[in-house]
């Protein structure tokens, strides 16, 4: 191997391990955020049942839209993220976020239960029935997601388009009804996210062989006879 191609091997793999760098800086960064929002509601914690529910169950539901947003990034970057992390490595972390997301919103709807009717008289109901409603999709996408994978790769694809559905219409619900979601700081994080999602979904669709897995087959036209 000649000099100047192993000094280019070298500057790749240092430039490799810096994105890699950069992208758990990304990850801790967002798992951080929902503490750092509810920083002053923490002294709440152990002031009795109904204050420590309260915190609990916003605590839980930012976790879970961040984990969600983690998802969804590692899902449509996942071309442009290969160049940095071996594919086995991006399914695993999507895969996690996914799960990770799934397990913090029933920790929000458990943690909501003693206070559900408190909470359903007060606040907007259209809102409030997202949450449920995309509780249910979001079962529906990941559980087909680790099924049918290999059994029914193109039922699988459709109904996975449906997470960019459900984060979008989570962060609805908890702009609608959501406490710390009236604060500035939690708005702007919201829709940044919801523009690098927005962002996401259209690098994808400019891939042909990605849009193939949604679109019906062209139709081939027959050249005329004679
Ligand atoms: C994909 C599913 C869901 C996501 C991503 C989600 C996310 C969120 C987020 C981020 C908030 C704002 C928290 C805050 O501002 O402090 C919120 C608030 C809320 N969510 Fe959900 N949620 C989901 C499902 C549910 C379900 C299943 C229920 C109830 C059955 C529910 C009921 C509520 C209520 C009552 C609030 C207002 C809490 C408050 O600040 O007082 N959510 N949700």
């Known amino acids: 191997m000649d000099g100047s191609k192993k000094s280019e091997e070298v500057e790749e793999v240092a430039s490799r391990r810096v994105w890699r760098s950069l992208a758990v800086v990304f990850v801790v960064a967002v798992i951080a955020v929902p503490f750092a929002l509810i920083n002053s509601s923490f002294s709440m914690l152990g002031h009795g049942t109904d204050e420590t529910l309260h915190t609990l169950l916003r605590v839980s539901a930012l976790l879970g839209f961040s984990f969600l947003f983690l998802q969804i990034v590692t899902g449509a970057f996942r071309p442009a993220l290969r160049r940095v992390f071996k594919p086995r490595t991006l399914y695993r972390a999507h895969t996690a976020f996914g799960l990770a997301g799934l397990a913090f919103i029933v920790c929000h709807f458990v ?82 996210y919801l523009m690098a999602a927005v962002a996401g979904l259209a690098y994808r669709a400019s891939s042909p062989s990605w849009r193939s897995k949604f679109l019906p087959a062209p139709v081939r036209m027959r050249a005329p006879r004679g």
């Open 111 to 192: 943690f909501l239960i003693p206070s559900l009717g408190e909470h359903w008289a007060k606040l907007n109901h259209g809102f409030f029935v997202l949450g449920p409603i995309m509780l249910f999709v979001l079962l529906l996408t990941i559980s087909t997601a680790l099924v049918l994978r290999k059994l029914l790769p193109g039922a699988w694809n459709r109904l996975h388009i449906l997470n960019y559905v459900v984060f979008t219409v989570a962060a609805i619900h908890a702009l609608g009804i959501g406490t710390q979601t009236t604060m500035l700081a939690t708005r702007l994080i919201f829709a940044a």
